[in-house]
């Protein structure tokens, strides 16, 4: 299988971001709608790499979708299905390229704020605390180490960027940006699909130990719903629990292989985290590949 990087539909409005190609589309009740195809792009320190992995649109889908319909009943959404033959306007070459990798949804306005939940000590907030005993501005108990279990999870924000670097704000700062309202309502549902995300994953061997959602709002409606993808490798820090040692870092199911051939790049100075990205070696892919294979065996089998 080789990788599908991007798309070109018969279907009007494409956008596209760092991994999903999103088109506008008609729902079968007739409401706008939105396709959302993941591809196999992939992204660190928000640059799109040169090659993909084959098959990660797949394996994305596939987990998002299960964990939208395992939160359907305590959290609305966005998805309405996964079925390509669900999707009006497309030629059979075209259902056959995107068989498994696309989300149908309502069309939400998306809230200009991701929110990152953190439950450990780890990545940007490591190095954060290193610095100031703080993550992105709140304050943290002395003597933590890295990977360590955080008192409780933390909510921290970022600005949504769809090209460049995202930044981290504070929570005030993203109650002036998406309303303060929103803000709490978003904050409290991100912490609670959090907490029960990682119990469930927890009782299956695997630590969630960060993530990040996104969230938007439907016409006629004021609550925001869950949207994007959810607790996948690609937004998610996901490490095997029986062997999870604080103080050093940890293996993992998620792209960590790319972030550290990423990061042994720009130690080296071959690259300065800037668009273009560079292109992943073929033993990178692969074990990327498998990592994310096992995420969804030990989360879905």
């Keep these: 299988m080789s990788a599908l990087l991007t798309t070109a539909l018969s279907l009007p409005n494409r956008r596209q971001g760092k991994v999903r190609d999103l088109y506008d589309v ?6 706008e709608g939105l396709l959302s195809v993941a591809t196999d792009r992939v992204s660190v320190f928000d640059v799109v790499l040169e090659n993909g992995i084959p098959g990660k649109g797949i394996m994305l889908t596939t987990l998002s979708s299960f ?26 070459i075209e259902r056959d390229l995107l068989r498994g990798r696309i989300m149908l949804c309502r069309k939400a306005r998306v809230l200009p704020v ?10 940007s907030g490591l190095k954060d605390y290193e610095q100031s005993g703080m993550v992105c ?14 008192d409780e999870p933390l909510f921290t924000p970022s600005t949504k960027a769809d090209t460049g670097h995202d930044e981290n704000i504070s929570y005030e700062e993203a109650c002036r ?5 929103e803000m709490a309502q978003v904050r409290a549902t991100a912490l609670q699909i959090y907490d029960q995300g990682r119990r469930y994953a927890l009782e299956r061997g695997v630590i969630i130990a960060d993530t990040k959602f996104e969230f938007g709002i439907l016409p006629g409606e004021q609550a925001p719903i869950l949207i994007d993808e959810a607790l996948t490798p690609d937004s998610s820090r996901f490490w095997p629990a ?27 100075g071959l690259w300065n985290k800037e668009a273009p990205g560079p292109a992943l070696p073929d033993d990178v892919i692969h074990q990327t590949q498998a990592r994310y294979q096992e995420a969804i065996d030990r989360l879905m089998g």
């Design 67 to 92: 964990w939208f319909d395992y939160f359907s009943e305590q959290f609305k959404h966005h998805l309405v299905s996964t079925d390509v033959d669900d999707v009006p306007g497309l030629t059979e």
């Design 177 to 181: 940006i998406a309303g303060e309202s």
């Design 137 to 150: 501005g709140i304050p943290l108990r002395a003597g933590l180490s890295n990977s360590d279990l955080l």
């Design 114 to 123: 991701e929110c990152i939940i953190r439950g450990y000590l780890t990545g």
């Design 242 to 268: 029986n062997d999870w040692r604080p103080g050093r870092e940890q293996d993992s199911f998620d792209k960590q292989f790319v972030r550290n051939f990423a990061e042994s790049l720009v130690a080296q």
């Design 26 to 31: 008609t729902l079968p009740n007739g409401d």
